[in-house]
């Protein structure tokens, strides 16, 4: 963490807190933490952010950040045509590829104001070096199936094991376990993964109920639906954060919900592969789950873009439901902030602008175009409807400007574009 102390003074503060207050105040950082709202003093370091919001770091719940090398891979086909070629191309990948996407990958998200990211994929160790360089928070996923499914080298067990143990404790790096989902798992595999988690304390991350074909098959193999399934198995736990979860039943949901399972919907991805718009996440947020916010990997939503989420999961539900007032722009906010910390259990440490919390910040530009004008009434739903990367102005993780005036500071962002450019040749040519 850092030691320095760092002030954003004469901004608009998001707080998201409890009675989310914008408040036209300064913020004090200091040892990595948020330590003063209000006026502040001295700093080492002083920004200003007169005209500028001063809003919570976004939390992308669900993605695959080395999937960026596979950016326009695979489009406009369904799920099912879209994992054969993933899984084609994911076979012959090294650890220099991984690094790139991971790297590229946790550029775009900076420079979206995205601070932290939850991942599944395998190769965690090499994604991991990425997340120390570049300056993101990574919640890393060792992805886990059957070994009969995988193309990693070993047990993936074990190798999501070795990968937790040597990354426990590291600054920004949250290891958990992953898992690729019912298709894949059977149900040893699946209990093997919890019993690791709960002797790691981690979070277990799994893609839940993504497409009917999913729900249809593992009802066909097994007599349920996969989540009455992972309840009836004792899977099921406030560990576990489930991905998509686009077909669920209302039963379900309320078996979730009793057992304090999280969400992240993932709606771009939803849409363009088709796999459902009938995410049911009002009635998830009802029944008391929470659920954050997730691009999924570029391969499916092509940006890791958490402003198009944001606004695409708004439109999607009034849409869906032929109801303007279903998904609010401040319930959609609180999905990329408070809830997607609370979904990661983190929810006394990230996703609001409070004392005591860590210093995960973006400060966004109320003078682009975009966000013209803005007043305290109009500002959550700029943010959501109007807002895109290019407002951002600084990024802040921990305490420590990882963009600042736009321009990434912890990495060669040309060097890092001509590397990925040229290694992803060989998927394309
Ligand atoms: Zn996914």
């Not at 009836?232 to 039963?251: E, P």
């Not at 796999?275 to 954050?292: N, W």
């Not at 420590?400 to 990495?411: G, P, Q, V």
Request: charged share 25%; glycine share 8%; aromatic share 6%.
């Amino acid at each position: 963490m850092s030691s320095e102390s760092l002030a954003l003074k004469g901004g608009w503060v998001v707080t998201q807190n409890p009675k989310r207050e914008i408040l036209k105040a300064d913020v004090l950082i200091e040892n990595g933490l948020i330590s003063q709202i209000g006026k502040v003093g001295k700093a080492d370091e002083v920004i200003d952010a007169k005209g500028c919001a001063v809003i919570p770091g976004l939390i992308n719940a669900h993605t695959h950040i080395s999937m960026t090398l596979m950016r326009g891979i695979a489009d406009d086909v369904n799920l099912e045509g879209f994992l054969n070629k993933t899984f084609k191309v994911d076979a012959q990948r090294t650890a220099e590829d991984i690094r790139a996407g991971a790297e590229l990958g946790a550029i775009e998200m900076l420079r979206s104001g995205c601070t932290s990211f939850v991942d599944m994929y395998y190769g965690q160790d090499i994604i991991a070096g990425a997340v120390k360089d570049s300056g993101i928070r990574g919640f890393l996923g060792w992805v886990v199936l059957d070994e009969k499914f995988t193309t990693q080298k070993g047990s993936p067990l074990t190798n999501c094991e070795r990968f937790i143990s040597e990354h426990s404790g590291k600054d920004r790096i949250h290891p958990l376990v992953a898992l690729q989902g019912v298709y894949v798992c059977s149900e040893e595999t699946l209990m093997k993964a919890k019993e690791l988690a709960i002797a790691k304390d981690t979070l277990l991350h799994i893609h839940l109920s993504e497409t009917r074909k999913e729900v249809y098959d593992h009802q066909a193999s097994t007599g349920n639906r996969p989540g009455d399934w992972l309840y009836g198995i004792g899977f099921l736990c406030d560990r576990v954060l489930a991905a998509h979860c686009a077909w669920l039943t209302m039963g379900e949901i309320r078996r979730m919900a009793e057992r304090g399972v999280s969400a992240a919907h993932c709606p771009v991805s939803n849409m363009k592969l088709a796999s459902g718009f009938e995410a049911p996440v009002p009635e998830m947020q009802s029944a008391g789950i929470s659920v954050g916010l997730g691009t999924d990997g570029c391969s499916s939503q092509n940006r890791l873009d958490m402003w198009g989420e944001m606004k695409t999961c708004a439109l999607l539900h009034k849409v869906q439901r032929l109801d303007a007032t279903v998904m609010t722009a401040q319930r959609v906010f609180d999905m990329a902030t408070v809830e997607g910390a609370n979904a990661l259990k983190m929810g006394d440490r990230l996703g609001s602008i409070e004392p005591g919390k860590i210093a995960d910040l973006a400060v966004i530009d109320l003078k682009h175009p975009a966000m013209v004008p803005t007043y305290p009434q109009n500002i959550v739903s700029n943010l959501v409807y109007s807002c895109q990367s290019d407002c951002v102005r600084h990024t802040v993780v921990g305490g420590k400007m990882a963009m600042k005036d736009s321009r990434i500071l912890t990495m060669d962002e040309k060097k890092v574009a001509e590397d990925a450019q040229k290694i992803s040749e060989k998927f394309f040519l």
